[in-house]
Protein backbone atom coordinates (compact mmCIF):
# COMPACT_ATOMS: atom_id res chain seq x y z
CA UNK A 1 0.00 0.00 0.00
CA UNK A 2 1.46 3.26 -0.97
CA UNK A 3 1.58 6.29 1.52
CA UNK A 4 1.84 9.40 2.00
CA UNK A 5 3.12 11.10 5.08
CA UNK A 6 2.04 14.23 6.63
CA UNK A 7 2.40 15.79 10.27
CA UNK A 8 -1.06 16.63 11.33
CA UNK A 9 0.10 19.32 13.19
CA UNK A 10 -1.19 22.26 13.86
CA UNK A 11 1.19 24.41 12.46
CA UNK A 12 1.42 27.97 14.34
CA UNK A 13 2.72 30.47 12.10
CA UNK A 14 2.52 34.59 12.94
CA UNK A 15 0.93 36.77 10.15
CA UNK A 16 3.42 37.71 7.57
CA UNK A 17 6.09 34.66 8.56
CA UNK A 18 6.48 31.67 5.99
CA UNK A 19 4.79 28.79 6.70
CA UNK A 20 6.86 25.52 5.90
CA UNK A 21 4.38 22.44 4.76
CA UNK A 22 6.27 19.29 4.37
CA UNK A 23 5.13 15.76 3.23
CA UNK A 24 6.77 12.46 2.29
CA UNK A 25 5.65 9.14 0.34
CA UNK A 26 6.33 5.75 -0.60
CA UNK A 27 6.12 5.52 -4.54
CA UNK A 28 9.91 5.91 -6.17
CA UNK A 29 8.12 6.21 -9.23
CA UNK A 30 5.49 9.10 -8.65
CA UNK A 31 5.98 11.58 -10.60
CA UNK A 32 2.91 14.17 -9.97
CA UNK A 33 2.59 15.41 -6.90
CA UNK A 34 -0.65 18.17 -5.95
CA UNK A 35 -1.01 20.41 -2.85
CA UNK A 36 -4.64 20.82 -1.99
CA UNK A 37 -6.38 23.47 0.29
CA UNK A 38 -9.06 21.92 2.64
CA UNK A 39 -11.52 24.94 4.50
CA UNK A 40 -13.13 23.51 7.81
CA UNK A 41 -16.43 22.25 5.96
CA UNK A 42 -15.24 23.04 3.04
CA UNK A 43 -14.04 20.50 0.10
CA UNK A 44 -10.26 20.11 -1.19
CA UNK A 45 -9.28 23.38 -4.06
CA UNK A 46 -6.42 22.58 -5.78
CA UNK A 47 -3.21 24.98 -4.85
CA UNK A 48 -0.11 23.92 -6.40
CA UNK A 49 0.83 21.17 -8.98
CA UNK A 50 4.63 19.97 -9.72
CA UNK A 51 5.98 17.56 -11.63
CA UNK A 52 10.03 17.97 -11.97
CA UNK A 53 12.64 18.44 -9.09
CA UNK A 54 13.23 21.83 -7.85
CA UNK A 55 11.06 24.38 -6.80
CA UNK A 56 7.35 26.23 -8.80
CA UNK A 57 6.56 29.33 -7.90
CA UNK A 58 3.11 30.61 -8.06
CA UNK A 59 2.76 33.79 -6.07
CA UNK A 60 2.71 33.82 -2.51
CA UNK A 61 3.04 30.02 -2.92
CA UNK A 62 6.55 27.64 -3.77
CA UNK A 63 6.35 23.84 -4.04
CA UNK A 64 9.83 22.03 -3.75
CA UNK A 65 10.51 18.86 -5.00
CA UNK A 66 13.24 15.81 -3.89
CA UNK A 67 12.50 12.81 -5.91
CA UNK A 68 15.66 11.56 -4.40
CA UNK A 69 14.60 11.69 -1.57
CA UNK A 70 11.08 11.31 -1.93
CA UNK A 71 9.90 14.57 -0.41
CA UNK A 72 7.64 17.39 -1.78
CA UNK A 73 7.08 20.91 0.29
CA UNK A 74 4.86 23.99 0.05
CA UNK A 75 5.93 26.91 1.28
CA UNK A 76 3.99 29.90 1.89
CA UNK A 77 5.06 33.16 2.42
CA UNK A 78 3.73 36.18 4.13
CA UNK A 79 1.59 34.09 5.60
CA UNK A 80 -2.20 35.03 6.63
CA UNK A 81 -4.70 34.44 8.57
CA UNK A 82 -7.11 33.56 5.62
CA UNK A 83 -4.34 30.66 4.74
CA UNK A 84 -5.25 28.99 8.03
CA UNK A 85 -6.68 25.67 6.51
CA UNK A 86 -5.55 21.81 6.67
CA UNK A 87 -3.26 21.50 3.31
CA UNK A 88 -3.34 17.94 1.68
CA UNK A 89 -0.35 16.71 -0.03
CA UNK A 90 -1.32 13.94 -2.81
CA UNK A 91 0.92 11.79 -4.89
CA UNK A 92 0.33 9.89 -8.09
CA UNK A 93 0.17 5.82 -6.94
CA UNK A 94 2.31 4.76 -10.64
CA UNK A 95 0.73 1.20 -9.86
CA UNK A 96 -2.41 1.72 -9.79
CA UNK A 97 -2.75 5.38 -11.66
CA UNK A 98 -4.85 6.85 -9.26
CA UNK A 99 -3.52 9.62 -6.52
CA UNK A 100 -2.73 8.41 -2.65
CA UNK A 101 -3.62 11.65 -0.47
CA UNK A 102 -1.72 12.44 3.10
CA UNK A 103 -4.11 13.24 6.26
CA UNK A 104 -2.99 16.90 5.80
CA UNK A 105 -1.32 19.66 8.08
CA UNK A 106 -3.68 21.98 9.41
CA UNK A 107 -2.07 25.43 9.28
CA UNK A 108 -3.15 28.20 11.93
CA UNK A 109 -2.01 31.48 10.87
CA UNK A 110 -2.44 33.85 14.36
CA UNK A 111 -2.90 37.71 13.79
CA UNK B 1 -23.41 26.84 -13.96
CA UNK B 2 -19.31 25.64 -13.88
CA UNK B 3 -17.15 23.14 -11.45
CA UNK B 4 -18.87 20.21 -10.36
CA UNK B 5 -21.77 20.21 -8.21
CA UNK B 6 -23.00 17.96 -5.46
CA UNK B 7 -26.37 17.24 -3.84
CA UNK B 8 -27.67 17.40 -1.75
CA UNK B 9 -25.22 19.11 0.88
CA UNK B 10 -26.18 17.09 4.00
CA UNK B 11 -28.40 13.77 4.35
CA UNK B 12 -29.44 12.48 7.18
CA UNK B 13 -30.52 8.53 7.25
CA UNK B 14 -31.64 5.62 8.98
CA UNK B 15 -30.06 1.85 7.96
CA UNK B 16 -32.78 1.06 6.54
CA UNK B 17 -33.62 3.79 4.20
CA UNK B 18 -32.35 4.13 0.23
CA UNK B 19 -30.85 7.70 -0.75
CA UNK B 20 -29.02 8.55 -3.56
CA UNK B 21 -25.94 11.30 -3.97
CA UNK B 22 -25.98 13.03 -6.97
CA UNK B 23 -23.02 14.87 -9.13
CA UNK B 24 -22.42 16.91 -12.24
CA UNK B 25 -19.64 18.29 -13.44
CA UNK B 26 -19.48 21.58 -16.12
CA UNK B 27 -16.00 21.19 -17.16
CA UNK B 28 -15.47 18.61 -19.88
CA UNK B 29 -14.10 16.18 -18.16
CA UNK B 30 -13.73 12.65 -18.93
CA UNK B 31 -13.25 11.22 -15.58
CA UNK B 32 -15.37 11.21 -12.55
CA UNK B 33 -14.57 9.91 -8.83
CA UNK B 34 -16.34 9.37 -5.69
CA UNK B 35 -13.90 9.51 -2.03
CA UNK B 36 -14.96 9.22 0.99
CA UNK B 37 -13.58 11.61 3.82
CA UNK B 38 -13.93 11.05 7.60
CA UNK B 39 -11.91 12.31 10.25
CA UNK B 40 -8.71 11.80 10.92
CA UNK B 41 -8.22 9.70 7.92
CA UNK B 42 -7.08 9.77 4.34
CA UNK B 43 -9.33 10.45 1.65
CA UNK B 44 -10.23 6.99 0.69
CA UNK B 45 -10.81 6.68 -2.79
CA UNK B 46 -14.00 4.49 -3.70
CA UNK B 47 -15.13 4.37 -7.42
CA UNK B 48 -13.26 5.96 -10.48
CA UNK B 49 -15.34 6.16 -13.82
CA UNK B 50 -13.55 7.20 -16.98
CA UNK B 51 -15.85 7.89 -20.15
CA UNK B 52 -18.43 6.22 -18.06
CA UNK B 53 -17.03 3.06 -17.50
CA UNK B 54 -16.15 1.99 -14.39
CA UNK B 55 -12.42 1.39 -13.76
CA UNK B 56 -11.61 1.07 -10.44
CA UNK B 57 -14.16 -0.36 -7.32
CA UNK B 58 -12.03 0.32 -4.32
CA UNK B 59 -13.54 -2.93 -2.40
CA UNK B 60 -16.11 -0.85 -1.16
CA UNK B 61 -19.10 -2.82 0.22
CA UNK B 62 -21.77 -3.44 -1.84
CA UNK B 63 -24.30 -0.86 0.27
CA UNK B 64 -22.51 1.70 -2.18
CA UNK B 65 -23.84 1.70 -5.75
CA UNK B 66 -22.14 4.08 -8.31
CA UNK B 67 -24.02 4.52 -11.36
CA UNK B 68 -22.56 6.73 -14.26
CA UNK B 69 -25.11 7.37 -17.23
CA UNK B 70 -23.09 10.02 -19.28
CA UNK B 71 -19.42 11.54 -18.75
CA UNK B 72 -20.99 14.82 -16.75
CA UNK B 73 -23.33 13.17 -14.51
CA UNK B 74 -21.93 10.74 -11.34
CA UNK B 75 -24.42 9.35 -8.51
CA UNK B 76 -23.95 6.71 -5.36
CA UNK B 77 -26.75 4.93 -4.45
CA UNK B 78 -27.01 3.94 -0.53
CA UNK B 79 -28.63 1.06 0.53
CA UNK B 80 -28.10 -0.01 4.02
CA UNK B 81 -25.94 1.39 5.40
CA UNK B 82 -23.98 1.51 9.13
CA UNK B 83 -23.66 4.52 11.25
CA UNK B 84 -19.68 4.36 10.46
CA UNK B 85 -20.35 5.01 6.76
CA UNK B 86 -21.19 8.66 8.78
CA UNK B 87 -18.18 11.19 6.58
CA UNK B 88 -18.37 13.59 3.78
CA UNK B 89 -18.47 12.05 0.83
CA UNK B 90 -16.48 13.78 -2.11
CA UNK B 91 -16.90 13.73 -6.04
CA UNK B 92 -14.41 14.91 -8.38
CA UNK B 93 -13.37 14.83 -11.50
CA UNK B 94 -10.27 15.18 -13.95
CA UNK B 95 -9.44 15.77 -17.46
CA UNK B 96 -8.08 12.34 -17.71
CA UNK B 97 -7.78 9.61 -15.13
CA UNK B 98 -4.36 9.78 -14.72
CA UNK B 99 -1.25 11.86 -15.24
CA UNK B 100 0.25 14.92 -15.35
CA UNK B 101 -1.86 17.73 -16.32
CA UNK B 102 -5.25 15.96 -14.64
CA UNK B 103 -5.74 17.15 -10.95
CA UNK B 104 -8.80 16.71 -9.24
CA UNK B 105 -11.61 19.11 -9.38
CA UNK B 106 -13.65 18.64 -5.91
CA UNK B 107 -17.98 18.81 -5.52
CA UNK B 108 -18.52 20.64 -2.15
CA UNK B 109 -19.33 17.29 -0.60
CA UNK B 110 -22.18 16.01 1.03
CA UNK B 111 -21.86 15.71 4.85
CA UNK B 112 -24.14 12.24 5.84
CA UNK B 113 -24.91 10.82 8.55
CA UNK B 114 -26.65 7.67 9.33
CA UNK B 115 -28.62 7.01 12.66
Known amino acids: QKEVEQNSGPLSVPEGAIASLNCTYS??????FFWYRQYSGKSPELIMS????GDKEDGRFTAQLNKASQYVSLLIRDSQPSDSATYLCAVEDTGFQKLVFGTGTRLLVSP | ETGVTQTPRHLVMGMTNKKSLKCEQH?????MYWYKQSAKKPLELMFV???????ENNSVPSRFSPECPNSSHLFLHLHTLQPEDSALYLC??????????????FGNGTRLTVT
Open chain 1, 27 to 32: DRGSQS
Open chain 2, 92 to 105: ASSHNPTGQDSPLH
Open chain 2, 27 to 31: LGHNA
Open chain 1, 50 to 53: IYSN
Open chain 2, 49 to 55: YSLEERV
